[in-house]
């Protein structure tokens, strides 16, 4: 064994496959077999192996501009274009952007930053944070803490009552519905359970809601149409935000811009990562709406600084991987493309849907 401690690994668990190259949409091992990687990485590597126009750019970036932070003041062009292309993308009223290096660090930050908001307005009691029982959003302590698989939880004590973060089923009909209930009644009972949580909770306690639009790493679970519209009534109905997590959905993966765009729902925050660069340079955003943004900016002679960031926060090299991998979606027609092969392969994947062994298509 070497000296890695392996991540979401068993601890016993011998070093069994060794990738040594990659290209298009194969991998290969030290052997030379080749697989197909049919995950794209971990939902991240969205323009496969060795894209020319991606390598090119992150290049020329290490010639130009290797590293530059954007602490006190500080900016570069790359972190500026990438900021005002994604706040043109995103279904965010007067977008504002802040840039981390992975999907758990963008919702650890958004974390703060709700709490860091309701205290500057006066109401620092609004920290409570609504989950679903199976999802996923990282295994930073917050983020593991939002986070509803019990394998993030065991043996690590995270602060998830301190944090203040409630559950609330996961909306998934093949496995959530009572003897026979329809897709509309289940989505009439899960919201209202939503509503019955906020009024017991206490509506002036809940800062967000976190969702992903689809649930990804706990098992591919898509709600029922409808419940997100539902939602997002009862959130605002008690002036709660919606914080939608699209690391995984985001950029074409259910054949729209994102998730949030596919399930007919506005949220009022978003996390990016994984596929904002295609995974070829790590970097994540926290996108926040401009009331936000000018709440906090005001006090600022009061308070000082805003003390939030990272190292590389903003940088060069991964703001310019994120510009050209954009480039390429708009350019390519990418999130069509997905929308076509997806329904293709849904429909055939349906052809199997009667075998006694299968119990859903999804």
Request: with cysteine.
């Amino acid at each position: 064994m070497s000296a890695i401690i392996y991540p979401t690994t068993n601890l016993n668990q011998i070093e069994q496959l060794r990738i040594c190259r990659g290209d298009g949409i194969y991998v290969y091992d030290e052997e030379g077999n080749r697989y197909l990687e049919g995950l794209s990485g971990l939902w991240c590597a969205s323009l496969g192996y060795g894209n020319e126009e991606l390598i090119d750019a992150i290049n020329q970036q290490l010639k130009t501009l290797p590293y530059s932070q954007l602490f006190g003041g500080r900016t570069h062009q790359r972190a500026i274009d990438l900021a005002d292309e994604l706040a043109s993308m995103v279904p965010v009223d007067d977008a504002r952007i802040f840039f981390a290096n992975s999907g758990s660090e963008a919702n650890d930050s958004h974390v703060k930053m709700l709490r860091y908001y309701f205290n500057v307005i006066g109401k620092p009691q609004k920290k409570k944070i609504i989950a679903f029982e199976k999802s996923y959003h990282g295994v930073t302590v917050a983020a593991a803490a939002l986070t509803g698989l019990p394998a993030m939880h065991t043996h690590f004590d995270l602060p998830t009552e301190a944090l203040g973060i409630i559950r609330t089923a996961t909306p998934h009909y093949y496995h959530g519905q009572m003897n026979g209930e329809s897709e509309s009644e289940f989505v009439t009972r899960l919201v209202d359970d939503v509503e019955a949580l906020i009024l017991r909770e206490g509506e002036e306690t809940i800062a967000a809601f976190i969702a992903e639009p689809v649930g990804g790493a706990a098992g591919v679970m898509v709600p029922p149409g409808g419940y997100f519209p539902a939602l997002k009534k009862v959130l605002e109905k008690y002036n709660i935000l919606f914080w939608a997590d699209e690391v995984i959905c985001g950029f074409g993966r259910t054949g729209n811009d994102f998730g949030c765009t596919t399930m007919e729902v506005k949220p009022d925050l978003m996390s990016l990562a994984k596929q904002l660069s295609s995974a070829y340079i790590p970097i994540s955003a926290s996108i926040i709406p401009g009331f936000m943004h000018e709440a906090m900016r005001d006090p600022s002679e009061q308070i000082g600084i805003f003390g939030h960031g990272y190292t590389y926060t903003g940088h060069p090299v991964a703001c310019a991987a994120a510009l050209k991998t954009l480039e390429i979606y708009k350019r390519d027609r990418l999130f069509e493309n997905a929308a076509v092969v997806g329904a293709y392969m849904q429909t055939r994947l349906r052809e199997f849907s009667e075998h006694p062994l299968v119990g859903e298509v999804r």
